[in-house]
């Protein structure tokens, strides 16, 4: 009990900061209360952010929306914040929690939404856009998206044809509602990026995540590790404290100093970006 109590204290105290938005959209008639950060990247890339009234702490991408007032982690939302903001609609991808404010918000009868569910690939992500973009009238703007995107992934997997080496890669990600530190492993988005961009995710496991060990940083010995924004400025960047993460300073990457930050929304989930964020990794690993 008391390490829930502390949790959900961590959780406020760490986006206090945006719960504290003002709520500069009081006189608009439609109101989306949006929790699902790979939502609402596309709602912004498709220029229909004018209705959202808040999101989740996790939707960090654009920077437009940190200015937006927050209704909590995404599976540990707080009912009250999500009232306050007075949902005309709840918009989320099936990924939320707790139960029981999922369970209130169904007996308050507000209305939710969720689009469908696409494959963890390009062509799924074009789907998703597109019906998106029907959602919200935004028909052409999504047809534009789509080309982009297409035209900017099908540019990094030519370039990753060229490479003559396949870094191993340790993905290391703070997790926010654990508060505990992870690993990527191949079955998670982020080891399908890798991939992607030329490089090989070190561990394989059937789910995404895994907690960091001595023994599984040790066995797999990366060339590169990355870590997600908030766990490597939670450890203020620094190498010492990095290397003091279990098992990670006897790796090559710690010995080779080829430890890198990269925002967590370009490697955790698929969108209009995600061309671009392969070219990134690329960069970061390759280098």
């Not at 406020?12 to 719960?19: D, P």
């Not at 007996?107 to 494959?119: H, T």
């Not at 590790?225 to 908030?230: A, G, R, S, V």
Request: aromatic share 8%; net charge positive; charged share 30%.
């Amino acid at each position: 009990m008391k390490a829930i109590k502390y949790l959900v204290l961590l959780l406020v105290v760490s986006s206090c900061e945006r719960f504290s938005k003002e709520d500069k959209k009081q006189e608009t008639t439609t109101r989306i209360v949006c929790i699902a950060k790979q939502y609402n990247e596309i709602i912004c890339a498709l220029g229909a952010q004018k209705d959202l009234a808040a999101v989740d702490v996790s939707s960090t991408y654009p920077a437009e929306l940190k200015e937006l007032p927050t209704v909590g982690y995404h599976r540990a939302l707080s009912l009250e914040a999500i009232l306050a903001n007075k949902p005309t609609i709840v918009i989320e991808d099936d990924n939320i929690g707790p139960e029981t404010v999922v369970d209130q918000l169904k007996k308050l009868k507000v209305p939710m939404k969720q689009f469908g569910k696409y494959e963890q690939t390009i062509v799924g992500t074009d789907s998703l856009i597109h019906e998106m973009g029907r959602y919200f009238k935004r028909e052409k703007a999504a047809d534009s998206l789509c080309v982009k995107l297409k035209k900017e992934f099908d540019a990094a997997i030519e370039k990753t044809k060229f490479f003559t080496k396949k870094p191993r890669v340790l993905v290391i990600h703070y997790g926010q509602a654990s508060n505990v530190y992870l690993v990527m492993t191949k079955s998670s988005t982020g080891g399908k990026m890798l991939e992607w961009a030329g490089g090989e995710i070190a561990i394989n496991e059937e789910k995404g995540m895994k907690h960091l060990s001595p023994e599984l940083v040790a066995a797999a010995n990366p060339d590169v590790i990355l870590i997600t924004d908030f766990g490597y400025d939670k450890l203020a960047g620094s190498y010492e404290k990095i290397g003091e993460l279990p098992g990670v300073s006897s790796t090559k990457a710690f010995k080779d100093k080829k430890i890198y930050r990269i925002e967590e929304h370009d490697l955790v989930y698929l969108g209009p970006r995600t061309g671009q964020n392969i070219q990134l990794i690329q960069k970061l690993i390759h280098q």
